[in-house]
T-cell receptor, first 116, second 119 residues
Framework: AQSVAQPEDQVNVAEGNPLTVKCTYS??????LFWYVQYPNRGLQFLLK??????LVKGSYGFEAEFNKSQTSFHLKKPSALVSDSALYFC??????????????FGQGTTLQVKP | GAVVSQHPSWVICKSGTSVKIECRSL??????MFWYRQFPKQSLMLMAT?????????EQGVEKDKFLINHASLTLSTLTVTSAHPEDSSFYIC???????????????FGPGTRLTVL
């Protein structure tokens, strides 16, 4: 079965420190992977995606993610966290059985709290 | 580009009434749109895939007669919650899959969400 796991409900970091939000996936074949961010009472904003190519993907707001096929992971990273990065982060993988529609399978979300 | 709007942003209604939520792709066409439901501090639950010009595809456990979806044009999908009850209170989010110049984008673009409260 296809799935996405975000093992941490919450990640706390101090402003200026590097941050990592973890994501692992389980799909057959080559995965299409995505990260989204959600601020309170708002929809999701697209951060970055991995389809093919370089394993290190750079996205919006200084975020990047590294695709690791052997570990089936796609962790989100940022070298220096900002208080404004505090939000709910979702990892997602495209459902291979619905690839014609682009249906996504979402992880359970990780709350990132950046403290000044 | 790739902006998706939702209207209304919030709505309060009485139990038993119906509520319509609109999802529009403002600067692109979308053959496919998605409707999600989100409970506080939880992940998104896909309710249905909305297909322009054809019937929506509902996820298992979602009542199609209660959550009516119409995707009448390439830029508009509507979700109607019929005979709403307090347990239907939730945050409803739509997304659209962007298509332009023969290319279909892999990422979905999300609307800002609609907060529904049923009294």
């Amino acid at each position: 079965a296809q799935s996405v796991a975000q093992p941490e409900d919450q990640v706390n970091v101090a402003e200026g420190n590097p941050l990592t939000v973890k994501c692992t996936y389980s799909v057959s074949g080559n995965p299409y992977l995505f990260w989204y961010v959600q601020y309170p009472n708002r929809g999701l904003q697209f951060l970055l995606k991995y389809i093919t190519g370089d394993n290190l993907v750079k996205g919006s707001y200084g975020f990047e993610a590294e695709f690791n096929k052997s570990q089936t992971s796609f962790h989100l990273k940022k070298p220096s966290a900002l208080v404004s990065d505090s939000a709910l982060y979702f990892c997602a993988v495209r459902d291979i059985w619905s690839s014609n529609t682009g249906k996504l399978i979402f992880g359970q979300g990780t709350t990132l709290q950046v403290k000044p | 580009g790739a902006v998706v709007s939702q209207h209304p942003s919030w709505v309060i209604c009485k139990s038993g009434t119906s509520v319509k939520i609109e999802c529009r792709s403002l600067d692109f066409q979308a053959t496919t749109m998605f409707w999600y439901r989100q409970f506080p501090k939880q992940s998104l639950m896909l309710m249905a895939t909305s297909n322009e010009g054809s019937k929506a595809t509902y996820e298992q456990g979602v009542e199609k007669d209660k959550f009516l979806i119409n995707h009448a044009s390439l830029t508009l999908s509507t979700l109607t919650v019929t005979s709403a009850h307090p347990e239907d209170s939730s945050f409803y989010i739509c997304s659209a899959r962007r298509e332009a110049s023969g290319r279909v984008y892999n990422e979905q673009f999300f609307g800002p969400g609609t907060r529904l409260t049923v009294l």
